[in-house]
T-cell receptor
């Protein structure tokens, strides 16, 4: 079983729709949760960074963490074609070198 | 702020040659940098953790003699793929962590290596 599971998609939705992206994890030691956006042939770009359970909002993006269920989500409101990319969740424990463990990434396409 | 650059962005080389990839933190000092590789349509896999002034820590299954990492300064880490083979063709991405007290990693734009 992978430490972090993420549905690779692809996911295709019409412009303006609300998008929900999810990851589950098995390691209860994970304390920090991130969402990255990666455009084709580019490096990942940090979108959201959360520590505690609950919601964190930044513009059209909302990150949600449920540590009891080991489940995190990213919601995108009023989706735009420019949001088309691969979205990667990543997690981190507090000890050691603080390496990131990534999900497989979900390929998202927003259709005009 | 928190910009990380990589050079070159793309490299094609012959089998058996060595290739060096540079990773620089442009506006902050990074005591820790990370090197990842990513195959098409797959996630990032951590190869090694690079700490300034000390030896890199390699992940299980990554050959340290093949993937040489040097982190000689607080703004530069290099990855050298020695005696490259076609199976080493991949997208190599570095990241840098902000100084102590922060956990975020910021990624470079990646280097696409093609070994013929």
């Amino acid at each position: 079983q992978k430490e972090v599971e993420q549905d690779p998609g692809p996911l295709s939705v019409p412009e303006g729709a609300i998008v929900s992206l999810n990851c589950t994890y098995s390691n209860s030691a994970f304390q920090y949760f991130m969402w990255y956006r990666q455009y084709s042939r580019k490096g990942p770009e940090l979108l959201m960074y959360t520590y505690s359970s609950g919601n964190k909002e930044d513009g059209r993006f909302t990150a949600q963490v449920d540590k009891s269920s080991k489940y995190i989500s990213l919601f995108i409101r009023d989706s735009q074609p420019s949001d088309s990319a691969t979205y990667l969740c990543a997690m981190q424990v507090t000890q050691g070198a603080q390496k990131l463990v990534f999900g497989q990434g979900t390929r998202l396409t927003i259709n005009p | 702020g928190a910009v990380v650059s990589q050079h070159p962005s793309r490299v094609i080389c012959k089998s058996g040659t060595s290739v060096k990839i540079e990773c620089r933190s442009l506006d902050f000092q990074a005591t820790t940098m990370f090197w990842y590789r990513q195959f098409p349509k797959q996630s990032l896999m951590l190869m090694a953790t690079s700490n300034e002034g000390s030896k890199a820590t390699y992940e299980q299954g990554v050959e340290k003699d093949k993937f040489l990492i040097n982190h000689a300064s607080l703004t530069l880490s290099t990855l050298t793929v020695t005696s490259a083979h076609p199976e080493d063709s991949s997208f190599y991405i570095c990241s840098a962590r902000l100084p102590s007290g922060y956990n975020e990693q910021f990624f470079g734009p990646g280097t696409r290596l093609t070994v013929l």
